[in-house]
């Protein structure tokens, strides 16, 4: 009953140019995949040219980052409401990178997914543990901490429409992907944990993607997984073959 979410994360890589040159071999290599939602979420100074070439296509856009005001004086930030009007769909919140050299908190993920609501964006919010809090035994306390700090104060409408992504952070540009077994854990406890605040509709409702390593050749056995809904994908992303691969997995 969920759709599988397939999502790239290009992170700070791609010029325009770029941009449209992947587009170019990407799209017929998806244009018959009716399986899965895909969406890829170029830097800002790509939008432009990743909502021409995907316009009329199976293939969604969305930003890796907004402000949560309307506008202001905010040198250097970026509104939902902007990000609306250009045509983007989704947008992730809170990525690993974000908490940690920007000091992104719970209480940012909370102001921005209103935000992203508020201005008709799919909100693709990050949660994760680090290595050391994986190897004290700490995962399941600070997802805890995590949801119910920046998803829990939601209301069951807003909660409603909103993607959750693991992704444990010592899995995030390492080539140590998650097993499916350790992931689908870390996602059972997350739905669980949804289950409590927000009922067990909601919470089977709700699509929780796994990233942290993705490739088309560990991409199976991770959607095998009960709990897993598709992939948040950061460097397998920029090769539109290997996209292609994990979108038709
Ligand atoms: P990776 O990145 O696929 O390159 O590990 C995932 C992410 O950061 O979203």
Request: charged content about 25%; some cysteine; overall charge negative.
């Amino acid at each position: 009953m969920r759709k599988p979410l397939m999502a790239g994360n290009w992170k700070m890589y791609k010029t325009p140019a770029e941009t449209h040159a992947f587009f170019e071999a990407f799209k017929p290599k998806v244009a018959d995949a009716t399986e899965c939602d895909i969406v890829i979420c170029p830097p800002f100074p790509d939008l432009h040219a990743a909502l021409k070439e995907t316009a009329g296509s199976n293939v969604s856009i969305g930003a890796q980052n907004l402000h949560w005001g309307r506008e202001g004086a905010v040198t250097g930030e970026v509104s939902g409401h902007m990000l609306q009007a250009v045509g983007c769909e989704y947008v992730i919140i809170a990525h690993s990178e974000r908490r940690q050299y920007f000091g992104e908190t719970e209480v940012d993920v909370v102001r921005k997914t209103q935000a992203a609501l508020e201005f008709g964006l799919k909100p693709i919010i990050c949660v994760g543990e680090r290595l050391e809090e994986r190897e004290s035994g700490r995962t399941e306390e600070v997802l805890a901490e995590m949801f119910d700090g920046g998803i829990g104060p939601l209301t069951p409408e807003q909660f409603a429409k909103i993607v959750i992504a693991y992704e444990p952070v010592w899995a995030i540009g390492t080539g140590k992907t998650a097993t499916p077994a350790i992931a689908e854990a870390a996602h059972k406890f997350i739905r669980g944990r949804a289950a409590v605040k927000f009922g067990e509709e909601a919470a089977q409702a709700v699509r929780i993607l796994y990233g942290g390593s993705v490739k088309p050749d560990n991409v199976q056995a991770l959607m095998a997984e009960e709990d897993i809904d598709g992939a948040l994908v950061g460097g397998a992303s920029l090769d539109p073959n290997s996209f292609a691969a994990i979108v038709k997995f």
